[in-house]
């Protein structure tokens, strides 16, 4: 069993900035895709970024240029750095890491942007 952490939500102003953090313990084989889903209230769950087991990355158009995602293999977490960040932003979001023989979800985070 594979148990996600997410840290890092929280309230902040438009054009703020917020850093989120997913780390993955637990009976962990090889990890491949690492990611951020998000949903908003009354919206489907959709892809905010990706990141896969050699680096590389795919964003949702509504938020390239001001979203980076990255991971840190050595400690099995993935981050989301969310800069300009807009009312719109505003969800709970998830974190799914897909691994050789699993694939879990975070308990989500809710990240609330303000006008």
């Known amino acids: 069993q594979v148990q996600l952490v997410e840290s890092g939500g929280g309230l902040v102003q438009a054009g703020g900035s917020l850093r989120l953090s997913c780390a993955a313990s637990?009976?962990?084989?090889?990890?491949?895709?690492m990611g951020w889903y998000r949903q908003a209230p009354g919206k489907q769950r959709e892809l905010v970024a990706l990141i896969t087991r050699i680096g590389s990355t795919n964003y949702a158009d509504s938020v390239k240029g001001r979203f980076a995602i990255s991971r840190d293999g050595a400690k099995n977490t993935v981050y989301l750095q969310m800069n300009c960040l807009k009312p719109e932003d505003t969800a709970i979001y998830y974190c799914?890491?897909?691994?050789?023989?699993?694939?879990?979800w975070g308990q989500g985070t809710q990240v609330t942007v303000s006008s």
């Open positions: 637990g009976s962990i084989s090889s990890i491949n895709d």
């Open positions: 799914n890491v897909v691994g050789s023989t699993f694939t879990s």
